[in-house]
Each structure stands twice: as structure tokens, then as C-alpha cells.
């Protein structure tokens, strides 16, 4: 049973007092907070890496912008492809201008065999001939694609749908296959935390977390501990609703369940202030405390006391007054 499993039954099953009515100290069960740092990331981060070495001539992502899968952020331009094609053009000319000589020779060649002029071994070999430039011309044109395949290939794509997290080079630089030319995140947005390892065996996918964000208190859904322990902390991933993604990496207040202790909780009505000492009233008797931690049970504000109270001790809920 977890933390939380054994926390949220007591707040179901305690007797919220009456305001003014006395209430009859009893130990409860109390859960035990962790304030850890989390980080917001992306599930995934992944390069948009260029797959053809060249200039970058055309840059249209910059950090922050949405992207969608297969949108184009870059162009990378290689300036012997063109060369290439060009020469691939000249080879499939030339072979065309062969291949049409050759079928003009061997129409000649079938009429000169009726004529009884000409022999069959002739005519084979024009044939055999028209063949291999036939081969030839689809040789050449394999090779053209090829070519015009890698030049497509200059724009570089955006592997996954998010949001652009770092774009590392400029307009006019030259990238090599393999380099990266912008990092996006994608996948959704979740709190990373890093937990010390003596607080694993708390860690239960499903726990839930209290979040101090920017706009209020939230809480949050552990999804994922990661098995591999590294520097000693336990790595795990926090799902929140509505978790805003403009700021990637930025740091976050947690709390996290890792146990649970006995205590003596009592209203904060019933604590009062004189002299810079807390009281609590217990009969006819005003009796100093020491209070501790604050809870908010069944919808009242309770607080644990330290000292200066015991179990079975009737107490007054409402009326301290501070001075």
C-alpha cells in the first residue's frame, strides 16, 4: 500500500468537529512530503537532421515555432548534383540518338532479309544492338533519379509534430549528412524529477502529486520510475493537466509521498497566540504547544502539535483568541 492509499482514507474517514464543539484527541495516520525539483521536458527530443551535405540555403524554423511531422524547416543545397544531372543528361542523349540509328538500321536490316540481301545473323546482331541501348537508356535513367532523390533530400524534415527547442545553425552554413539542424519536443509535455535513491521504494506509478506551479497549486499523476538509478537519484515522469510547454527545462516545486507518521492534529481555530507563545485550551486549563506542519482535512485547516498535548486530551475547536 502506498503513501497516498494510506493517506486519502483517513481524510475520507475522519470526523471533521463542529466549529465549538470539543474534540477528543487521537492519533491519525499522517503522510510525508519530499520537496523535490522537477523539470518540465518534452516525452521525445528529437534532432531534424539533414540528410545531404551542403549549403543551407533556406532556414524557416526558429526556436519556439509548433511544427507539424514531415513540415520542412530547411533547405540544403549541394551544387555538384546539378553538375551531375547535367552530365547524366548529355550520357542519356547521346545513348537516345544510338538507340534511334540503331532501330532505323534494323528496319533497313528486315527489309534487306526479304530482299534476300542481307543474313539472319545480321539482322540478330541490330537487334542485339537496339537491345543494349534500350538497357543502356534505363541504366542512365535509374542513375538520374538516384540523383534527383538525393537532391530532394536536401529539405530536412520535422521528425515528429511539437515544438521547435533549439535550432543550432544559420542561414549560409554548411551542414554535413548526419548533422543536426534543429531539435524538437514532442510527444507531450511532463514533469521530470530526480528523486534520491533512499525514497525508490515510495515511488508508485500512479501516486498522486502536489505541484507548486506558476498559477496555484496543482496536483499531478506519476506515470513512469524508471528503472536505471544514475548519481544516485531515481529518475521518474509526473503527468499534468494543462502543463504549459512555452518554457522547456524550467524548474517546478514538487512534493512527493515517501511515508507516513502518527500524529496529533488539531484545528488551527483552536490554537491561540499570547505573548509569542501558542495555546491550546484542554477544559478549563490553556496549555503551550508546539505546532508543526499544516494540513487541510475534510476542508478544515489542521495542524499537528508537536508538544504540550497527549491522546485522549479534550480540547476546545474554536475561540483562541491572539494577542
Avoid at 184 to 203: K, N, Y
Wanted: aromatic share 2%; hydrophobic share 45%; charged share 25%.
Amino acid at each position: 500500500m502506498t503513501p497516498l492509499q494510506i493517506f486519502f482514507p483517513v481524510l475520507v474517514m475522519m470526523a471533521v468537529p463542529a466549529l465549538g464543539a470539543p474534540l477528543t484527541l487521537a492519533p491519525m495516520q499522517v503522510t510525508d512530503w519530499k520537496a523535490v525539483y522537477g523539470r518540465i521536458e518534452a516525452r521525445d527530443r528529437i534532432p531534424a537532421r539533414a540528410r545531404l551535405g551542403g549549403t543551407l540555403v533556406e532556414l524557416t524554423a526558429s526556436e519556439g515555432d509548433m511544427v507539424t511531422q514531415g513540415q520542412v524547416l530547411a533547405k540544403i543545397v549541394d551544387e555538384k548534383l546539378a553538375f551531375q544531372l547535367s552530365a547524366i543528361d548529355a550520357q542519356l542523349d547521346g545513348a537516345k540518338a544510338q538507340l534511334d540509328n540503331a532501330r532505323v538500321e534494323l528496319k533497313r536490316g528486315e527489309d534487306l532479309l526479304k530482299q534476300g540481301v542481307t543474313t539472319v545473323q545480321r539482322l540478330d546482331g541490330l537487334r542485339t544492338q537496339v537491345d543494349v541501348l534500350d538497357g543502356q537508356i534505363a541504366s542512365i535513367t535509374a542513375q538520374r533519379k538516384v540523383i534527383e532523390q538525393q537532391a530532394a533530400e536536401g529539405e530536412v524534415l520535422a521528425p515528429v509534430a511539437g515544438r521547435v527547442l533549439q535550432v543550432p545553425v544559420a542561414k549560409g552554413a554548411v551542414v554535413m549528412p548526419g548533422e543536426a539542424v534543429a531539435t524538437l519536443g514532442g510527444g507531450g509535455i511532463f514533469l521530470r524529477l530526480a528523486v534520491p535513491e533512499r525514497h525508490a521504494a515510495s515511488l508508485k506509478e500512479g501516486d498522486t502529486i502536489e505541484i507548486e506551479g506558476r498559477s496555484g497549486a496543482q496536483t499531478g499523476k506519476l506515470v513512469r520510475v524508471y528503472p536505471l538509478i544514475e548519481n544516485g537519484r531515481v529518475v521518474a515522469d509526473v503527468e499534468v493537466a494543462d502543463l504549459s510547454d512555452r518554457f522547456v527545462d524550467a524548474r517546478v516545486l514538487v512534493r512527493l509521498p515517501v511515508g507516513v507518521h502518527e500524529a496529533l492534529m488539531v484545528p488551527a481555530t483552536a490554537i491561540g497566540t499570547r505573548s509569542g507563545l501558542d495555546f491550546v485550551t484542554v477544559g478549563n486549563d490553556m496549555r503551550v504547544v508546539v505546532p508543526g506542519s499544516h494540513e487541510v482535512i475534510g476542508g478544515v485547516e489542521m495542524v499537528e502539535i508537536l508538544s504540550g498535548l497527549q491522546a485522549g486530551d479534550v480540547i476546545e475547536t474554536e475561540g483562541a483568541k491572539h494577542e
